[in-house]
């Protein structure tokens, strides 16, 4: 007796979720991406007796001796410390490029997870980092990475924030998206359409 059950076909693609469950799924990323943002800043500010107009905060707490650290700082630039005392101008820039993921994220039609997560982590760190600078003047970094002795390391990276994590992912993902995933098949897509209209108008 022959088995007549259907065998799945590898070339067939998974069905495309849909956009409305895209946009739900980024916007549940937001409300708690930002909202830890803002406690995790408040929360070791005052752990670590961060004090504004002072450099470092009064106490470290070693997570991870010789690797990870809790130490308080003022950032007047961007992420990991760039572009520093360029308040205004960082506010601004930012302002713009945050109204602009906004509209990028509600606006975008293409059904891709990694391109709208990679948004709801961008703005959630974005916003996160603009409220510092609204409220401060400045962020309010307390995470590090470091390599040797807490008190004289050997080497560190910048200290940063949970915003400043997502904005990173954020942006891989973002990337990720246009070189190898949806993005990148819509953009080899529409290069297609074009070049097959320019090929009917010129025979």
Do not use: C
């Not at 891989?172 to 290069?191: I, N, P």
């Amino acid at each position: 007796m022959s088995d007549d059950t259907p065998t799945p076909d590898p070339a067939v693609e998974k069905p495309e979720p849909s956009l409305v469950r895209l946009k739900v799924i980024g916007l549940l990323i937001f409300v708690v991406w930002l909202p830890f943002d803002l406690w995790s800043k408040s929360y070791m500010q005052e752990k670590l007796g961060l004090v504004y107009g002072e450099s470092r905060s009064q106490h470290d707490i070693d997570v991870i001796p010789g690797f990870l650290a809790w130490q308080g700082t003022w950032n007047p630039g961007v992420t990991f410390g760039l572009a520093p005392g360029k308040t205004h101008l960082i506010l601004a820039l930012t302002s713009l490029a945050t109204v602009g993921l906004i509209i990028w994220f509600i606006g975008t039609r293409l059904r891709s997870r990694s391109l709208h997560v990679g948004l709801a982590l961008i703005l959630s760190g974005a916003i996160g980092n603009l409220w510092d600078r609204w409220h401060w003047g400045m962020v309010r970094d307390f995470i590090l990475v470091y390599i040797g002795d807490l008190k004289d390391p050997t080497w560190t990276w910048p200290n940063f924030t949970v915003a400043d994590a997502g904005i990173v992912v954020g942006v891989g993902l973002v990337l990720w998206d246009a070189l190898f995933g949806l993005g990148a098949k819509e953009a080899k897509r529409k290069a297609d359409l074009r070049k097959a209209q320019r090929e009917a108008a010129a025979s």
